[in-house]
């Protein structure tokens, strides 16, 4: 007999697995078809093919950017080892503590999928010997990370980021290019009122004095502090300054400031770095409470934000130098920096700027085929036309000259090639001017140069053939 408990316990599977979750949750949506929909997991997102023109345009932009500057591209794994995230992300920041997708792999390692790129990076950069390169060493990644925040707008467990490093430099005209670069990938995208905020967040030699002087002045006002950042004032008083609580956000503005504090070094360094970006004519707002949520970083941080809003939740991208993390995973002390952009948020700042993505070029021609021996000739021909250079489509699944057509003026395609079972058998083949709906028979041998020919014309003629198209047939022609 089972008891009360059990009979409650039961009920709740059943319904658990039952229940048709709303989208918020992972699985079960009623469907058309015999099974529940599975649909993607909170915080992982399909890029649709209607977007898909965005990510191309963004992939295009830098890759110039990564041509012009000299990076060298590398990719590195999806999953490390999560003490390499402690040892340089830092184990009191919220990526380490609250947001790994860590699990213990089937040989007993403690793993993570990647949150960020630059720990990968540097790990990459010592156990290849890559010291003995000529410096700076400028390494350029892009491709997803893993995050397990709270989704919302903004916030993905899978992001994309585009990634900067530049390993052996420590002059702050780097740290002005570097921001220069990100700057110009913003402007190049065409994205609006985009501000840089820029701050130093000193070295281990002054920022130990600035960090004392922090927690003495939130220590008087603990009371007004939110729960997180009474957690904070222990462990990592400088993250309060990057608090997004209001509470917070009001006591912060009367906080100490690190530019008070800087050594003579750092505040060189920033000076410098300044300058450069004065130079360079990178506009920028120097924002004295800007610090980052990772903690490997030293002197310059910067951050880019939307509308000048200082205390935007959603930062496009950021960055900074971090002079130690070499040596702290076990290299020669080397001083280096990098940034990277959040590309989901870029797309969507390019939706609110209206920015017109050109549309990826239409197909030239299009391969219709009517019939067994047509179909079997087709792949072949296929190849030859794609061969000569041709842009090229077809629907070898459909039979219908019809549907074919309606396909082909779908698709936008300038000339329909048309191969029935007659023309197969005589070694023709029809070509279909789908402006003008005039068809002549060629000989097939000579396909290619006869598109080719009449494709000239119509760019000659018609300009792309962006105008009228001719009607379709309304009649079903005989087939073959
Ligand atoms: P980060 O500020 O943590 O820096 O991330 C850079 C950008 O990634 C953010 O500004 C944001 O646009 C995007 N991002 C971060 N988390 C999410 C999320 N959950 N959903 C959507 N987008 C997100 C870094 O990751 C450093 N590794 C940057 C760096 C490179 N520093 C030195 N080198």
Known sequence: MPTKHQLEQRKRNEAKAK????GKGQTAEPTAGKGPLIQALRGFKDILPSETKYWAFVTRVLDDIVLENNFLRIEIPMVERVDLYRRSVGEETDIVRKEMFAFTDHDHNVVSLRPEATAGIVRSYIQHGFKTYPKPLKLFTVGPMFRYDRPQAGRLREFHQCDFEIIGAKRGIVDAQLMKIGWEILSRLGLKNISLMVNSVGCPVCRPQFEKSLTEFF???VRRLSPESRTRLAKNPLRILDSKDERDQEIAKEAPQIVDYLCEECNDHLKKTLEFLDEFEVPYTLTTHLVR??????????????GGDERA????????????LVERLGGESTPALGFALGLERVIVKMHDDGVEVPPPPKPEVYLAQLGELAKKMSLKLYQELHAAGLRVTESFGKNSIRAQLKHSDRVGALLTVILGQKEALEGTIIIRNMIDGVQEIVNVRDVVAEVQKRLEAIRHTNHGGN????????EEPEEG
């Open 19 to 22: 229940v048709h979750t709303n």
């Open 219 to 221: 220590r008087a006002k």
């Open 293 to 306: 949520g990772l903690d490997y970083y030293t002197r310059t941080v910067f951050e880019y934000v939307t």
């Open 467 to 474: 105008e009228m198209r001719a009607k379709l047939p309304d």
């Open 313 to 324: 939740q959603n930062a496009l991208g950021g960055g900074g130098r971090y002079d130690a």
